[in-house]
């Protein structure tokens, strides 16, 4: 009996979702919703059916497990509490600041429905984050240092192209290998925005748009560049989507600590992520998750759950005494 | 009320442990027992009781968890069983083969004991097996690899010293920046043993003791050196005392993986650990997962647990709600 995967939300991240069930022989793709009209949807999976999100209710016994595929800014605050009383779901909420308040809405809806709720999966928050915690769990003693890149960040982008004059954007933010280079020597720098991150623009003007004032209002962002060093590369269309299409990133979680009775020795744990699509991975994640929240409801459990409350064993597909002789 | 922790054999390990629990200010240490003399014994925290280890069951109420010290080879196979019976245990059991048995053996006397216990905590095994775990769950198409140090092999260390004509060695396990860099690359390569470790061998030898003959004896000797590329260094007592007396360790845990629906993108991942020393950064983690212990004993279960059983929210000092504020 495969675990049936509902995807509520058919773009970068649903599609990613529907390859990763390709990929764990235990899950099945039940179903997918989508907001816009069913029949324009063209999945990649045959014989799987897709309905308007409007029905979703009406298909809560083919569902084993709903992953949330919208956005954290309007879609998941609304979805997620909305479906986790009807629904074991797993969502990839990643506004850090509002998590806690996301958490309590979750939590809430899923006790009321009897259902498990896993938010915020994915690698940051996701993976990131359990190597922050497994860190300073182990290290006690020590400094947090989380570098993001290379990759493209999509708010950046969006932002861009916003700016008058301006068709398409794409922002790489990229890690600057020098500050990685300080905090692996376990010299435990204090590093501003600056030294840690650069920012890469690749731009499309419009004809005649004023390059120098597209620049400038760039670099000069508030929040977004203002606080970096950024380089802007003019190109056209052509080269944009030739060598720009791509959703790669990634970046490096690190602690560096120290042990011993007199804070002798020093110790350095690092985690990297290197991506070819960030959508892909994020997804890959939620998949094994969404297998634990699955084995979570047959155990009879119910509310919200995080990354940090699952036991590892329960993303595997494999047994514990496998999972002890192969992986121990 | 602090979680009292009991050391059981004090070497390098249970000093480890002393100098995690002073770094862990909701532990503090109940006791050391040892098989030596007692009085012999003096340990680095004041006011703390030295036991003989046949006296550690009369002393049953003042541990909330022991961990236990000693080897892999001969103590804690019969130790680990014997102790979880009477008390909560965590030890570092890293016979990798062994493991299911050892698990089976404790299992039995902790439930029998109404017990919790935790084996085979470190990092290799330990961190290492997490990082492996959580990798093939999210990347199910990929490949594995492990690599160790830089790093003193006190097995290897050992095997030399029992050549005629040493008088002391140390041995380094070295990963080859090469093979490295190919699984970094992404292109899956078949590895032989030689390809992936060289060894380095620092050694004292006996006056008038025939050099080139040890070399030949280290060089050829099966299983430990024979299938790797080999350096032999002759160096005198004072130089081993000055530059190899640290017992530095570390070495990499990588998963490159493939998702897509046609399998187009690829992804590393990878986790890095560099460590000054070894036997305390290996009490760093067994003092995150005796907490874990201290807490799953008050919830009520009982039996043998392995890292892959405990929910990373345990390891931490922090409730939910500040973990998920500050570190999701």
């Given amino acids: 009996m495969k675990i049936r995967v509902g995807i509520f939300g058919y773009g970068n991240l649903g599609r990613g979702i529907e390859c990763a069930v390709n990929h764990n022989e235990d899950m099945t793709l039940a179903a997918v919703f989508t907001r816009r009209n069913p029949e324009t949807v063209k999945i990649l999976t045959e014989g799987v059916p897709v309905y308007h999100a409007d029905d979703v209710l009406s298909h809560k016994d083919e569902i084993d497990v709903m992953v949330l595929c919208g956005g954290s800014a309007t879609d998941l605050p609304v979805q997620t509490p909305m479906l986790a009383a009807h629904f074991n779901v797993v969502d990839s909420f990643d506004t850090h600041a509002k998590i806690p308040e996301h958490f309590d809405h979750v939590d809430k809806a899923a006790k009321e429905g009897g259902k498990v709720a896993l938010i915020s999966a994915g690698w940051d928050p996701g993976m990131f984050s359990l190597n922050r915690l497994y860190a300073n769990a182990v290290l006690p003693n020590g400094a947090d240092y989380t570098f993001w890149g290379k990759g493209v960040s999509q708010g950046h982008s969006d932002a861009i192209r916003r700016i008058d004059g301006v068709l398409d954007a794409r922002q790489y933010t990229v890690p600057v290998e020098r500050a990685l280079e300080a905090v692996r020597s376990g010299s435990n720098p204090v590093l501003t925005t600056r030294e840690k991150h650069t920012r890469e623009c690749y731009v499309v003007a419009k004809e005649g748009a004023d390059r120098s004032r597209i620049e400038k209002e760039i670099k000069e962002m508030p929040n977004y560049f203002a606080d970096y060093d950024t380089t802007v590369h003019f190109i056209t269309e052509e080269e944009l989507q030739k060598n720009h299409a791509a959703l790669p990133h990634g970046g490096f979680v690190i602690r560096t600590g120290k042990t011993g009775f007199h804070n002798e020795h020093n110790h350095l744990i690092e985690?990297?992520?290197?991506?070819?699509?960030?959508?892909?991975f994020t997804a890959s994640v939620i998949a094994a998750y969404a297998r634990a929240v699955y084995r979570l409801a047959?155990?009879?459990?119910?509310?919200?759950?995080?990354?940090?409350?699952?036991?590892?064993?329960?993303?595997?597909?494999?047994?514990?005494?496998?999972?002890?002789?192969?992986?121990?």
């Fill in 298 to 328: 047959k155990a009879g459990e119910v509310g919200c759950k995080t990354v940090f409350d699952i036991a590892p064993a329960l993303l595997s597909p494999l047994d514990g005494e496998t999972l002890r002789r192969t992986m121990l």
């Fill in 271 to 280: 985690y990297r992520l290197k991506l070819d699509s960030n959508p892909e």
